[in-house]
C-alpha cells in the first residue's frame, strides 16, 4: 500500500513484463532523442545558430541601409516593399506594434533574414505557414530561409508585447 | 507549540491538528484560487471564441494575465503545500516540525498573491504570466512574487524538517511510504523552482524600482523559465503521487514493484528540470547543442519516468483488482473498477488525459526542430491544459472527495453530482483540448485578442477550419467551466453545510487491501493498454516530422 511504510527487504526482483515495457520505453527515447541530430543533418528546417549582439540604434541603421538600398517595389499599408537580391542580407525589424520593412521574396532562393526588435520581446511567425522565431532586442537573429511556396504570407506576432499587440502584422510576397 | 493529536477513525492514521489545520486553509486558498481562474476563464474564452468576441482588447489581455497568474501558480502551489502537509506529517504519523512558521508561510503566500491580483485588476501589470522584460509591470507585482515564492518555500522546508523529525522521533519503521517519497520528488523539485523565482525576480522588482537599469531579456527568459516550467514539474510529481494515492484509497492498489515506482520518481529529480529550457528552443541565445541536450531532459530519461508510471499506477489497480477476483478476460479488472466514485473517475481520467493528450503532444512540440510549428500558437496552449487542468487539476478534484470527508470531516454534500462533475469538466475539457491544439496546427497564436485580425495593419486571411476548430474549443469550454462551478459549489458547500462524519471505523468508505496471496498476478490489461499508448505516440510524433517538413526550408 502507497500509503504505508516498507519494513523488511523491498527491493525484490522486478517482473519480466515491467522489464519489458522499461526496455521498450527507454528505446523509444532514445529514438526521440537521436532524431534532433538526425535532422541537422538530413532535415531541411532547423533553428539556426547565427546570432550577434546589437543594439536597437545599431540594428535600426543596417535596417534603414537595408531599405535606402532596395530595390523598393512598392509601397504597402506606408510600408516600403523591398525585393532584395538573394546575394545581399536582408533585415527585418519588430517594433511596437510593427514589422518593418514589407519584403518580396522569390521562391525557391535562399535568404540570410536578420531579426531584431526595437523594444520589446517579440515572436515571428510566419501565418498561416506556422514558422515561428522568437525576437529580441539587443540580440540579432539571422535565419537562412528558403521559400518554397508563393503568394502572400503575413508575419504575426506571436508573443505579447502590450494592448497594441494583436495589430503587429506584418508581410512578406513570395513569387 | 505543544502538538495535540487526534487519531483518524477511518485510516488509523495520527493527525496533529497544526497539520490539519494548514492543510484546510490552503485548500480553501486554492479553492478561491480556482474560483477567480475560473471568473476569468469564461471571459478569456468568450473573447477567444471568434462567434462571441466579448472583451476589447485591454480587458482581455488582463483577464488573460489574471486566469494564468490564479490557475498556474495559486490554485495549484496552494493545493500543493497543502499535499506535503498531508504526505509529511499525517502519512508518517508524527508532529509537524514548525507549526508557527508554517503559519507565516501561510501568510506570505496569500499577501503575495493578494498584491499580484490587486497588481493586475488595477491595470498596473498587463505583462501575462511571463511578464518578459523589457516589459514591465508595476514594481509590487514583483514584489508579490519574491513573497509568494518565499512562503511557498517556507512550506515545503517545513515539509523537509518534518521528515527529519519523524525519523528522529521513529514514528515510523523501514522506509518512508510512497506517497511521501513521491511528495519529497515534488518538494526537491519545488525548492529549484522557487529559487528561481527568487532569483529572476529580485532583480526584476530592484529595475522596476529603478535601482538597476537593464535585464537582458534572453537571460530573463533563461532564467524565468526555471522558475515558469520546473513549477509544472512540481505537479507532475505531486499528481502522479495522487494517481498511487487514490489508486490506494479507491481499489486497494499496491505498487507491483515499489523499487520500479521509486526509480521512476528519482528519475524525475535528477532530469525533469531540464525540461525549462523547451520555451527557449526557437530563441537567438543558446547554441542547438545546448538545445538539444537540455530539451531531452538528458535523453528522455524523464520521459522514461513518466512511461513506467503510466504502466505502473494500472498495473497497481490491476493487480488488486485481479486479487479480488476479477480474473476474466484482458479487461474485467478495469471494466468493474468504480467509476461511480468520483477519486477513481478522477484518477483514471487525469492518467488518461496526461497520458495520451498532455504528455504525448508535449514531448512532441518539445522536439527541438518540431517547436518551430507549435512554438507560441494554440498549440501550445492545448498542450498545456491537458497537462496542467485534464492532468493535475482533475487529480485534484478527485482528491479533494477524499479530503473532505477525512480532513474537513464533513459528507460531500452530493456524491452523484461530484461524480457528475469529473466526467463533465473532464469530457469538456477533452473537446476543448482537441479545438484548441488543431486550430494551433493553422498557426493561431496565443495570447492575442483577435484572431481575425480586424484591427491589424494588414488582414491575414484564416483558414475557414480554423474557425470551426476555435467553435468546438469553445463548446468544450464551456462544458469544463461547468464541470469547475459546479466543483467550487461542491466544495463550499460541504464545508459549509456537509453532514458531519462520525468518528466511527468504516464511516468513509475506503478499499480493502486484498490479500497478497503470494502467487503470481498478470497485469496483461495493462501491457495491452501501454503499447497502445507507445503506438499512438509514434504515429503522432512522426507525422508532426512530416508536417514539418512541409514548410518553407530553414536554418
Redesign the interface.
Known sequence: MSLQPLTGIWWKKVDSSEKVWVGIALVWCLILFAMMPLWHLKGGQNPSFNTFRTTPDAFLKKVEAFVEAGPKVAEDKGLPVIAPDPQKEVYMLGRLWQWYPALKLKKGQTYRLHLSSMDLVHGFSLFPLNLNFMVLPGYEYVLTITPTTTGEVFVVCNEFCGIGHHQMVGKITVE | MEAVFRTCAQ?GLKIHNQAERLIKVHAVAGVFAILFGGIAAVLVLLTRWPAVHLLD??SF?RALTFHGINMLIFWIIFFEIAVLYFAGPI??SCRLAWPRLGWAGFGLMVAGSLLINTAILAGRA???M?S?A??QAVSYFYLGWILFAVGALIGVCNFFATLVVARAERT????????TFGAATAAIIAVFTLAHGAIIYIPTWLWSLGIISYI???IY?LVWWGLGHASQQINVATMVTIW??L??LTV?????????CRSAFVLYILFINLASAHHL?????L??AW??WNT?YG???A??AS??HG??VP??IEVAQRRKGLTKGLFEWLAKAPWGNPGFAGMALSLVLFGFIGGITG?TFG???I???????LRITGHFHATVVAGTTIAFMALTYYVLPLIFRRYVISQKLATLQIYLFAIGMTIFIGGMTTAG???I??????VQ?A?????????AAAFLFLGIMGVGGLFALAGGALYVVLTVGTVLFGRRVPDTPGAVPLAA?PQDKGQ?V???GT?VL?FVF?AS??IY?FLN?KW??D?????
Open positions: 485510516t482588447p485591454t489581455y502519512v508518517l498587463d505583462v501575462m511571463t518578459y523589457p516589459l515510523y519503521e523501514g522506509s518512508i511510504p510512497l506517497v537582458d531579456p534572453g527568459r498511487y494515492l489508486a490506494t486497494g492498489a499496491t505498487p507491483v514493484n515499489e523499487k520500479v528552443l526557437v530563441d537567438p541565445q547554441s542547438p538545445k538539444i531531452s535523453m528522455y530519461l520521459v522514461l512511461m513506467i504502466m505502473t498495473a497497481s514531448v522536439a527541438e526542430q517547436n518551430i510549428i507549435s512554438h507560441n500558437t496546427s493553422y498557426a497564436p496565443r495570447r492575442h485578442w483577435d485580425f484591427t491589424s495593419q494588414f488582414q491575414p486571411p484564416v483558414e487491501l503470481h498478470p497485469i496483461s501491457l501501454v507507445l505516440f509514434i510524433y516530422w514539418l517538413a514548410i518553407w526550408l530553414v536554418k
